[in-house]
């Protein structure tokens, strides 16, 4: 039996290779003579660059401004291609992510992208031709401005002075001088995944919608909202591009800038990194699929990751199970995606504390468990 075991990651507990590894672990104890395949996957947000690195990618460091201003290091992906192409993947959150930041109101406003630009122009002096951007657990909500600051970009106020970096500034922008931008921009191909279509503003857009999570108040909110607004009527006004488009409001609106200057394209998440990883290669070879995350919900049967995964294995007609934190949604919802077999670590944990606390431990008995009753 060949067993693929692609899992998410457990959120709070376990990055999706150990995840991987404690389903691995559990599925040979059912199945010794197997060969289990531990193929970490990702949805194009945070575990992005794992899955990369999983793949083959090499793992850079560099050091960037994180989100308020703080000196950080920020780990991004590179390889070349036999043929000598070079791609390279950048997650927001490692550079600008809310890990790296206290939410609060002050910081909602001043949180910005730039050194998620450093990642990029570090990727550009090392020859990538093509950038993956991974969007997902950002701290800014700053349409990108920063990012592309950080490569040469100046938005303007009335008097002709750079405005300060940070969402909160945006709606004093009058105009952009893009004169300085970096030239090597018009010649890469920017994939930017993405798993929500909210637009960059308006009640549905990236301030009201996730900028609560970032610490900004009614009134922070309203500002973020407005400065986005403003930001796209510029960054039209400079390109004759609309970027109040679905899909621009994740991670802040980060994908407008790049939409405005760049030839960036939007892509669903998880077939971007399929893509990226070779996963649908290893999907052929098996017989069985086991997958998971930290907390399947509502939202992950929206396209997330495993979700996604258990579609393309039923089009093949692979059986999957799946292994949880939690799940909070019904067998039903699970097979109509074609989810045999379901467990969660908290049927195993005495509460909830241990099996955060112990999640790999648990994670292989629950993997235990589900395949001996499948």
């Known amino acids: 039996m060949r067993i693929l075991i692609a899992p998410d990651k457990f959120k ?73 192409r070079a791609a390279a993947v950048i997650e927001t959150a490692q550079a600008s992510g809310l890990a790296h930041m206290e939410p609060t109101p002050e910081n909602a406003l001043r949180a910005h992208s730039y050194g998620c630009g450093q990642l990029i122009a570090a990727a550009l002096d090392a020859g990538a031709t093509e950038i993956v951007l991974g969007v997902g657990g950002s701290a800014m909500t700053d349409g990108g401005s920063g990012a592309l600051r950080a490569l040469g970009l100046k938005p303007l106020d ?6 300060p970096l940070g969402g909160g500034a945006l709606a004093d922008v009058v105009a952009v001088d893009s004169s300085g931008l970096d030239p090597r921009l018009a010649a890469v191909n920017f994939r930017i995944a993405v798993d929500v279509r909210n637009p960059l503003f308006g009640n549905t857009g990236a301030a009201h919608v996730f900028g609560p999570q970032k610490g900004a108040d009614e009134d922070a ?60 290669g290893q999907l052929k070879e098996a017989d069985l699929v086991i ?3 930290g907390s399947m919900d509502s939202q992950s049967l929206t396209g997330k990751a495993p979700i996604a995964l ?64 499948a």
């Not at 009335?158 to 405005?163: E, F, R, S, T």
């Open 12 to 84: 709070g507990s376990l990055t999706a290779v150990e995840a991987a590894a404690a389903i691995a672990e559990g599925a040979l104890r059912v199945y010794p003579d197997a060969v289990a395949t531990q193929f970490p996957v990702a949805d194009g947000g945070e575990g992005t660059l794992e899955a990369a690195v999983a793949a083959g990618y090499e793992e850079r460091l560099n050091a960037v401004v994180g989100p308020i201003l703080a000196p950080i290091g920020a780990a991004w992906a590179f390889r070349k291609d036999a043929a000598g």
């Open 158 to 163: 009335a008097a002709g002075n750079v405005v």
């Open 221 to 280: 909110v309203e500002k973020l909202d407005a400065g986005l607004r403003n930001w796209a009527s510029v960054l039209r006004e400079a390109t004759g591009r609309d970027v109040n488009v679905p899909g621009a409001g994740a991670a802040g609106g980060f994908p407008a800038s790049f939409l405005a200057f760049t030839q960036a394209t939007l892509e669903g998440g998880f077939a971007l990194v399929a893509g990226l990883t070779g996963l649908a």
């Open 310 to 373: 258990a579609d393309a294995a039923r089009e093949l007609g692979i059986p999957v199970i799946v292994v949880a934190g939690r799940i909070l949604v019904t067998p039903e919802d699970l097979a109509a995606h074609g989810v045999v077999a379901a467990a969660q670590l908290l049927d195993v944990a005495p509460s909830t504390e241990e099996a955060i606390a112990n999640a790999g431990k648990y994670l292989t008995w629950a993997t235990t468990q589900v395949l001996e009753g």
């Open 291 to 293: 997958t998971g995350e």
